[in-house]
């Protein structure tokens, strides 16, 4: 039997494609659309301000931004208040709060003892997380009675009548207002400024510190001098961070500002800032152009801690690129 | 010769300032810090009692406790971060893995950046507008998706921080074998990179768990035990900015030990998410 069975030819080779293959497009494919997510995120959020805004903005035009009057029963509405109620404070908790985060950083990269190091370090880091209503509570329960009785009303007491101390200090001594706001939103930040701050210097090299040191230069000289200035990009981008978190801060400030509208007069007037007024009126806005004016109002913060965050966020990356 | 040692003086002089400045502003720093946790615990811990876990809030006047509120932030919480791991760990991948250095890619970090410290109450009117206001409702799903917006960024950053962190080796090996990048990304890296992706849930979990202004205009609040969230739903913030601003000690008491039992949540997690991060990694 010469009868050969040819077998049908085999199919010709073909890779198997490994395990997965088919889903690495999908896989990739989410994810890019999970950062688009993000892109979106804030996009959304400009344009829905905008356009929840927009009917108070195309009402009051640039005065919405100059003018302080703020009447929901005659339904016209100036930002220039709150706008001036929110830089002053984050201002004033800026400059209240630098320095001493400044000096507590210092003192835990060059001073501390190194049993000490780590507990303080941690302990700034913790407090650094604990939500900003606490610090609110506090404010309006503890700090401000306390404040009224020991610093309003002596200051109030030894001004002269028609000084400028007198000017300075009229308003109801209760304990809050914008000086008031301002020291919590202080003590608000520190943690935060002092645990950024002290991240920062410790990414100084040490043969750096250390040859400083070597020199005979005194702390203070290898602080202003040497460890300082190695890391200033990001220590200003810190800072503005700080400024960030205080421009748009909510609750601790709603509690303790007095929450009135218009310029405040003096330190201890009550006032209120863009966050605290959305925060009390929103649910409560009584006419269409009352909303619109409040998210207006969300539309200028936004604006000023974009510009503000932005400019943080390029400055540290500068000086990570540069560590 | 008087010249250089008046200078030495003068310069051990202004680093004893320098020194005395540091220690003293650190110890009025802790004080302040020190002084709130002890009103905070002096307060609340009075009134935590087990009724502020069974019984809901009350009128003003009758015993009651927090129970709608806890339950209610349990429960947006725990959305918020079903919604927040999916986008952020995904996000976080694609920014590490795959966006790279591109111009895209830059853009979307800096974005999650400035995000990252958005101010809250913002996302709060952005929720509004997009989930409140076209269905007429303050609910609990707004509320999970605002908190979610806040803890995305959180996670994206630690997502992309520790998978830069994973050695280059991984990623070689694994497609070498064969194995295409995504497969390599989601069984060796993720698995490597665990306990970071872990700390940066948790850490994200901390910063939604006491956060209170993006809530107030949309979830809202509720008086009474619901576990429907496409209603306004009770969550612990809310209800203690409410009571803390009311004219009744007793709701200013559970004012005080809501607070207490967020701070203590909130601390407790953070120091969970640093054992976490300090655990060595597998790989």
Request: proline share 5%.
């Amino acid at each position: 039997m010469s009868d050969i069975t040819i077998p049908p030819a085999a199919p010709p080779a073909r890779r198997t494609a490994p395990r997965g293959a088919a889903v690495a497009k999908v896989f990739e494919g989410l994810c890019f659309s999970a950062a688009t997510c993000l892109l979106v995120a804030l996009g959304g959020l400009l344009v829905s301000l905008a356009i929840g805004g927009w009917p108070a903005i195309a009402k009051f035009g640039f005065g919405f931004l100059t003018t302080a009057t703020w009447n929901p029963v005659t339904d016209v509405y100036g930002a220039a208040g709150a706008i001036i109620g929110t830089v002053v404070t984050a201002g004033v908790a800026l400059a209240i709060s630098l320095p001493i985060a400044a000096g507590v950083a210092f003192f835990l990269t060059e001073l501390c003892p190194a049993p000490l190091r780590r507990p303080i370090g941690t302990a700034v880091e913790l407090l650094a997380g604990i939500p900003s209503i606490v610090y609110g509570m506090w404010g309006l329960f503890v700090f401000a009675p306390a404040f009224s009785k020991y610093i309003q009303l002596p200051m109030m007491m030894a001004a002269k009548p028609g000084s400028l101390l007198e000017k300075l200090t009229t308003g109801v001594p209760n304990g809050s207002g914008i000086l008031s706001a301002s020291i919590i939103l202080a003590i608000m930040i520190l943690p935060f400024m002092a645990a950024t701050l002290r991240e920062l210097l410790m990414t100084v090299p040490p043969g750096v510190r250390e040859s400083a040191y070597g020199l005979g230069a005194t702390t203070a000289e290898v602080v202003t001098s040497v460890t300082l200035p190695y890391v200033r990009t990001g220590a200003i981008g810190a800072v503005m961070l700080g400024l960030g978190r205080a421009l748009g801060e909510t609750m601790a400030v709603t509690f303790i500002i007095g929450n009135s509208h218009g310029f405040p007069q003096s330190i201890f007037d009550s006032g209120s800032t863009i966050a605290s007024t959305i925060a009390n009126e929103f649910t409560e806005a009584s006419t269409p152009m009352h909303t619109a004016a409040l998210i207006a109002l969300g539309l200028v913060l936004f604006v000023i801690t974009f510009v503000v965050l932005g400019l943080a966020r390029l400055l540290l990356r500068n000086q990570e690129a540069r560590a | 010769m008087t010249a250089s040692a008046a200078k030495i003086a003068r310069r051990r002089a202004s680093d004893i300032v320098f020194k005395m400045f540091c220690v003293t502003v650190t110890v009025v720093a802790l004080a302040a810090l020190a002084a709130i946790l002890w009103s905070l615990l002096s307060q609340g811990i009075g009134g935590l009692d087990l009724e502020i876990f069974t019984k809901s809030t009350p009128a003003p006047g009758s015993k009651g406790g927090l129970a709608n509120a806890i339950v209610g932030s349990i429960q947006m919480c725990v959305m918020a971060m079903i919604l927040a791991l999916a986008i952020g760990i995904l996000a976080g991948t694609w920014l590490a893995e795959y966006g790279g250095r591109s111009a895209y890619a830059s853009v979307v970090r800096f974005l999650n950046d400035v995000l990252l410290s958005a101010p809250s109450i913002l996302v709060g009117l952005f929720v509004y507008e997009i989930l409140v206001a076209p269905f007429h409702t303050f609910s609990g799903f707004a509320g999970s998706v605002a908190l979610a917006m806040l803890a995305v960024p959180v996670i994206t950053r630690t997502t992309e921080d520790v998978l830069s962190l994973q050695a280059a080796t991984l990623r070689e090996a694994g497609v070498a074998l064969g194995a295409p990048l995504s497969f390599v990304i989601r069984t060796i890296l993720w698995r490597s990179a665990s306990s970071g992706l872990l700390t940066g849930a948790l850490l994200a979990f901390a910063r939604i768990s006491g956060e209170t202004a993006p809530l107030l205009f949309t979830a809202l609040n509720n008086q009474f035990f619901s576990l429907d969230l496409r209603h306004p739903t009770a969550n612990l913030p809310v209800v203690i900015f409410n009571f803390a601003l009311s004219a009744y000690d007793d709701w200013r008491r559970l004012a005080w030990a809501g607070a207490l039992l967020i701070a203590a949540t909130v601390l407790t997690v953070t120091v969970v998410a640093r054992i976490v991060a300090k655990e060595p990694s597998r790989s």
